[in-house]
Every structure is written in structure tokens, then in C-alpha cells.
């Protein structure tokens, strides 16, 4: 690769208090450690261009670490002046206004965020690479606890206006404050279903080893300049500006450099993908990825706190491989052997007119003319459309299944509020924390009767062998609360014992625990839920508090009710032929539906009266008290 002598435009697009205190406060500071931007003191050329609203340019412009920031390289703050939508529109706008920037001056563009932090000697690293070639520079983030980590490196690092640390310690205290949404990256491990842009397996307490579709092209240098591109810097603009992915590279240790995001604790993403699943995560990747984001899951990422025991890294890193390898194979079938499944063909067919699209946008760039034959433009268009029109009748089809869902238990929910207001003490304000904190049944009645309350108020962080109840963002004190509600997912109480732990933490003596466990995400054909399940948390919850008293829910009618609304809804957000379907006799069938419907709810009501068997449980309300103090809060 031919060497090049680099500038560099460093891009970060901040608004708002919080972020832009956060900008300030942290993320600046450890830019400014060393191997960062005073690696770059003294060079001419290079620029660090802020976008943001007026007001929050002047919190940035009188902090202290915006005068140091501006001794390593020059500052220039534009303005935001439009309304500000969606975030990643608006981020992308700003970032086309800096690549623009920084081809004028044939630099590189330096992606940065407001909430992302960087080990020292980072930066260095970056332009290493880059003066030896390489035109895309892609690096992970894990996702971590922004309040926890900010107090770290202010109490342990920061020297003046440097937050100086080594990308092991860094990574160290990552480790020990994963983000709630990390648990969506673990392949083998947490609860809830599986984001698979990045799938993480966890190497002991020393790291992680990463599988990662989607990664955070730091630094690109256009291979060609004046593209046009239609998603994020991270989805087609690479692939617009750089076609040649010989000439990429991916940081695969940590100990190169290291970045990490930094979180408020109740943001959730709603997954319905399985983990373990290796069909899930490639039908995932079939609409989310291209073959440049594929390029990226073939190399495995280590980030880590120091490697003591390279056998484990071994065994993780050939689990990894394995899974891997499966999901490439499924990627690869030929499109022959799917015709039969709509959704494949449909998520291959829009990456086929994604490319297209781009291909056709940038002929001018690409030295192939301008002259665009009109077939090409109507296929394009076509195309569009149809995207569009499956975009609505999937989000519409899911609300609709939703609603349906909703007044299915609209009975159930108003048995359920009164049994738990009957388990609540006068003015009580409950901590509230869900095994599956997407996705809470009893966030919803409890703001009818507890004020103020909030569901994504509380959040429970898990680790390797524990997990630490928050709220805020803050750890919760030992012996400090009355009441502690565990929302439950009967599918998954694996971990229940450590919920069980900070639970006995977090309450003071004879304070109220109480667990709500249910069935209410059951879908067909049957999950392989225990009928003694019930009975097996009654007995590990014993083992820790005494159990006063047990509120049972539910009966054939309810559980027929429950199991249709969850298999109507996994096979419509499933079926591409469904949704059309319904579309298209739902309106002419809509008054045979509403009959059907009347007599199977009120058979159901009938059965609930007359088949009240334990076996057909929808949910139990298990009222438990505390009576010894727990021995200490976990390390976080």
C-alpha cells in the first residue's frame, strides 16, 4: 500500500445539556490524553469541527477543556439551525457537511460522537494507519454505563483537563459496567432476545471475543470524493466513497486502541430474535447487512483487560468461528434454494436495489458518465416503492397484532392490577426491575396508581456472576428500600438466584418483595416451559425470604386467549405472504372476523370459569418479606 502523509478532519456533531456536559466533562478530556490530540499539537493542516445549536456552543466554548482542546488543533464550531428530527438524520447531515469539508483540504474524516470515549494513544494509532494506507479504519465500542464510567475516570485518571488511560484499565472498567443493551450481544448468555450486529462470547473476566457485522468506520479517506449516499456514514457511505475493500482494516485488539460508548441506563431495543439462534441471526443479516458488512463478521475482535489465560481465548475464539462459519453458510445458499421464503427473497432483493441505487447515484464519481438508461430508473423506482410499502404493512401489521393482544387481556390485566394493589403498602415506591426490561407487563399499571413513576427508572446491570439493581444510573444502596418488584419471564429463571441476591441487598429488614412471574410471551408450537416451574421459584424464592402468599392467575380460557395473540403475532412479523394476505382480504373479512372473534372470546371466559387447572397458569403474584440483613453491595 502506498504510504501518504495524513490530514485529518476530526467530525463531532453534539446538542443537547446532557450530551454536550458529557462532551465536555469526558469525552474532550480523553481525547486529550497523550497519543491522542497532542499528537497532533504543532501540525498544520488538520481541523476539529463541532456541530451544534448556538446554545449548547457556548457551554462547549467556556469549559476549560475547549481552550486545551484548541492548543492541539484547531477548533471551528458551526451552527445546527434547522429543527432537529431523527438523531442519526441529523448526525448524517453533519457528517456530510465535514466530509465535504474535508475533501476541499483531501483529508481524512475522523467519525467522532459526543458519548464515546478513547484509551489513550488512540488517535495515534488511527494516523499510523492511515499514513501506511489504509483508507477505512473500523473499530467496536462496547456499550457502557455513562454515569458509572464518567465517575471512574474522573476519580481515578483525570489529571487537570487529560483523562489519561490505558486501554486495559479502560476495557477493565468496562467490563465491570456493561450497559443493560450489552446483554443483547452475548450469543450464549443474559436474558431477552439477540441484536446480532455485534455478538460478543465472554473469555472469563478478561474480555470479550467480538463477531461484528456492523462497526464504527472511524476514519475513512475517499477513494473517491463527491459521493452521493443515502443511509449512514456506517452503511452505504463506505461503500459509496471506498469500493476497494483491499484497503480496509478492522482493530482486532484492544491493546491497538479502544473506544467505548457511554449510556443512560433505561435505553431498551426490542428484539424478538433468539440467542443461540443461528437462523435468527442470519435471517438478521440478509436484510441488515451487504457484502462489505459481511466482510466484517469474518474477523474476530479481542478486546480485553490483559490476556493471562490464552487457552480460554482459544476455545472462545474457535466457539466463535464456528458460529460464524454457520451464519456465513446460511448467507451464502443460493437464492434457488429460497424461493419458497417471501422474506429472504424480499431482504435480498432490497440489498439488490440498495446497491443499485448507490451504483447508479455515483456514476459520475466512478468515471462511468452520467447517462443513466431510463429502464434502470424505473426499476429503481419501482423498487423504492415496494420497500416503502412493505416498511408500512410491517409496522401497521404489528401494531394491529399488538392491539390485539392488548384487548385479548384487557380482563386478565384488570384481575392483575388489583391483586397487586392488594400486595402494595400505602404509599409505597416500588423498585420495579425486569428480566426482560424491553418488554414490562407491569410498568403500565403501576403509573396508574404510584405517581410518579417510571419503568426505565430502575434497571438491573448484569455481570458474569451477579447482577446490581440501579436506579438512574446509580448503584441502590444497601438496606435502603421498602419494596422490590421482579417482573419475571417464565422462560427465563436461570438467573433468577441473582435476582433473588441484590433483591435481599437492596430491601431493608422486613421489607416486601414481589415477584411476578408469568407466561405471557409463550408462543407455538409450545415452549418447553416445566408445569412445575411455578413451583420451582416458590421454592429458590423460600430459600431467602419468607413467603406469605401467592396470587394465581389464569385458566384454559386465558391461556388459549394468550397463546393466540403471541403465535398471530410471531407468525404475521414472520411471514412476508401473511401480511399481504391480510392486507388484502383483512377489510372484506373484518365482520366474519369479529364474529369468530366474540364467540372464541366469550368460550374463553366460559372455559375460564369451568377449567381452572394449575397446569393452565398465565402468571403468579408471590408476596415475600426480608427478614436478615444481606452482607454488602457487589463490586460495580
Given at each position: ?13 453534539v ?8 462532551f ?6 480523553a481525547?486529550l490524553?497523550g497519543g ?9 493542516g488538520?481541523?476539529y469541527i463541532i456541530?451544534t445549536?448556538?446554545?449548547?456552543a457556548?457551554i ?6 475547549y ?11 458551526e451552527f445546527?439551525?434547522?429543527?432537529i428530527g431523527?438523531?442519526h438524520d441529523m448526525m ?11 475533501e476541499?483540504?483531501?483529508?481524512a474524516a475522523i ?6 470515549v478513547?484509551?489513550?494513544?488512540s488517535?495515534?494509532?488511527i ?8 483508507d477505512?479504519?473500523?473499530i467496536?465500542?462496547?456499550?457502557t454505563?455513562k454515569?458509572a464510567?464518567g465517575a471512574a475516570l474522573a ?7 487529560v483523562?489519561?488511560?490505558?486501554s486495559?484499565?479502560l476495557?477493565r472498567?468496562?467490563l465491570?459496567?456493561p450497559?443493560?443493551?450489552?446483554n443483547?450481544?452475548w450469543?450464549?448468555?443474559g436474558?431477552?432476545g439477540?441484536l ?5 462470547w465472554r473469555?472469563?473476566?478478561?474480555g470479550?471475543v467480538?463477531?461484528c457485522?456492523h462497526?464504527h ?6 477513494q473517491?470524493?463527491g459521493?452521493?449516499?443515502f443511509?449512514?456514514?456506517d452503511?452505504?457511505y463506505?461503500?459509496a ?14 491493546d491497538?486502541?479502544?473506544a467505548i460508548e ?6 431498551h431495543v426490542?428484539?424478538?430474535?433468539a440467542?443461540?439462534?443461528i437462523?435468527d441471526a442470519?435471517?438478521?443479516?440478509e436484510?441488515y447487512?451487504?457484502e462489505?458488512h ?10 480485553h483487560a ?5 487457552g480460554k ?12 462459519d454457520?451464519i456465513?453458510s446460511?448467507?451464502e ?6 424461493l ?5 427473497l ?7 436495489l440498495?446497491?443499485?441505487r ?7 464519481a466512478?468515471?462511468?458518465g ?9 426499476i429503481?423506482?419501482?423498487?423504492e ?5 412493505r416498511?408500512f ?7 394491529c397484532s399488538d392491539?390485539?393482544?392488548g384487548l385479548a387481556?384487557?380482563s386478565y ?15 409505597s415506591?416500588?423498585v420495579l426491575?425486569?428480566n426482560?426490561p424491553e418488554r414490562q407487563?407491569?410498568?403500565?399499571l403501576?403509573?396508574r396508581?404510584?405517581?410518579p413513576?417510571?419503568g426505565?427508572?430502575?434497571v438491573?446491570l448484569?455481570?458474569r456472576?451477579s ?6 444510573g446509580e ?6 428500600k421498602d ?10 429463571t436461570?438467573?433468577?438466584?441473582l435476582y ?5 441487598r ?21 415452549d418447553?416451559?416445566?408445569?412445575n416451574s411455578?413451583a ?5 424464592l423460600g430459600?431467602?425470604f ?5 396470587r394465581?392467575?389464569?385458566g384454559?380460557?386465558?391461556?388459549l386467549?394468550?397463546r393466540?395473540?403471541?403465535?398471530f ?7 412476508l ?5 391480510l392486507i388484502?382480504f383483512?377489510l372484506?373479512?373484518?365482520?366474519i ?9 366469550v368460550?374463553t371466559?366460559?372455559l375460564?370459569?369451568?377449567?381452572r387447572?394449575?397446569r393452565?397458569?398465565i ?7 426480608n ?5 454488602g453491595?457487589p463490586r460495580?
Open positions: 500500500m502506498k504510504r501518504r502523509l495524513s490530514i485529518f478532519y476530526f467530525l463531532t456533531p446538542w443537547g445539556e446532557p450530551y454536550t456536559r458529557l465536555v466533562d469526558t469525552v474532550i478530556p481525547q490524553a491522542n490530540l497532542a499528537a497532533f499539537r504543532g501540525e498544520p488538520h481541523r456541530y445549536r448556538p446554545e449548547d457556548e462547549i466554548r467556556s469549559s476549560a477543556a481552550a486545551s482542546l484548541n492548543e492541539c488543533v484547531a477548533v471551528t464550531v445546527i439551525t434547522e429543527r431523527l438523531v448524517t447531515d453533519c457528517y456530510r457537511r465535514g466530509i465535504a469539508e474535508a476541499k483540504a483531501d483529508a467519525f467522532l460522537t459526543p458519548d464515546i478513547f484509551s489513550a494513544g488517535f495515534q494509532a494516523k499510523r494507519m492511515s499514513d501506511d494506507g489504509r477505512v479504519i473500523y467496536p465500542a462496547i456499550r454505563m454515569k464510567i476519580n481515578s485518571f483525570q489529571q487537570g483537563n483523562i489519561e488511560i490505558p486495559r484499565q476495557m472498567i468496562a465491570d459496567n450497559h443493560p443493551l450489552a443483547a450481544s450469543w450464549e448468555e436474558e431477552g439477540l446480532p450486529a455485534t455478538i460478543y473469555v472469563g473476566d478478561e470479550i467480538a463477531r457485522f462497526l468506520p472511524v476514519c475513512v479517506y475517499p473517491r470524493k459521493v452521493k449516499f443511509g449512514t456514514v452503511d452505504d463506505v461503500q466513497a471506498c469500493p476497494d475493500p483491499s484497503r480496509d482494516i478492522i482493530v482486532n485488539d484492544s491497538q486502541l479502544l457511554l449510556s443512560d441506563p433505561g435505553r426490542v428484539s424478538r430474535l440467542k443461540g439462534s437462523a442470519a435471517r438478521w443479516a436484510q447487512t451487504d462489505r459481511r466482510r466484517l463478521f469474518r474477523v474476530g475482535i479481542r478486546m490483559g490476556i493471562l489465560e490464552p481465548w482459544l476455545e472462545a475464539e474457535a466457539r466463535a468461528s464456528a458460529v460464524a454457520e456465513e446460511h448467507l445458499r443460493p437464492t434457488w434454494s429460497v419458497l421464503d417471501a422474506d429472504i424480499v431482504s435480498r432483493f432490497n440489498q439488490w440498495k446497491q443499485r448507490l451504483d447508479l447515484a455515483n456514476r459520475q466512478a468515471g462511468a452520467d447517462d443513466i438508461p431510463a429502464w434502470k430508473m424505473r429503481v423506482s419501482a423498487g416503492v415496494f420497500a416503502r410499502a416498511s404493512i410491517v409496522t401497521r401489521m404489528r401494531w392491539r390485539i393482544e387481556s384487557k390485566q384488570a384481575d392483575l392490577s388489583r391483586d397487586l394493589v392488594a400486595l402494595l403498602p400505602h404509599a415506591d416500588p426491575i425486569a426482560i407487563y407491569l410498568a403500565p403501576l403509573r396508581f404510584v405517581t413513576f417510571s426505565d427508572q430502575y438491573s448484569f455481570r456472576d447482577i446490581a439493581f440501579l436506579e438512574k448503584l441502590i444502596t444497601t438496606s435502603s419494596l422490590v418488584i421482579l417482573e419475571i419471564d417464565a422462560r427465563r436461570k438467573d433468577f438466584e433473588l441476591r441484590e433483591s435481599k437492596v430491601l431493608r429488614e422486613q421489607g416486601r418483595l414481589v415477584v411476578y412471574l408469568h407466561r405471557l410471551g409463550l408462543v407455538w408450537p409450545a418447553e416451559i416445566a408445569e411455578l420451582g421459584v416458590v421454592d429458590k430459600a431467602e419468607q413467603v406469605a402468599s401467592i394465581r392467575r389464569g384454559l380460557g386465558s391461556y386467549r394468550v393466540l395473540a403471541a403465535w403475532r410471531a407468525f404475521v412479523s414472520r411471514r405472504a401473511v401480511r399481504w394476505l388484502i383483512g372484506p373479512l373484518l365482520p372476523i369479529m364474529v369468530f372473534g366474540g364467540i372464541f372470546v368460550a371466559v366460559v375460564d370459569f369451568f377449567v387447572s394449575a393452565y397458569w402468571s403468579s403474584l408471590i408476596l415475600a418479606r427478614d436478615s440483613f444481606p452482607e453491595p460495580i
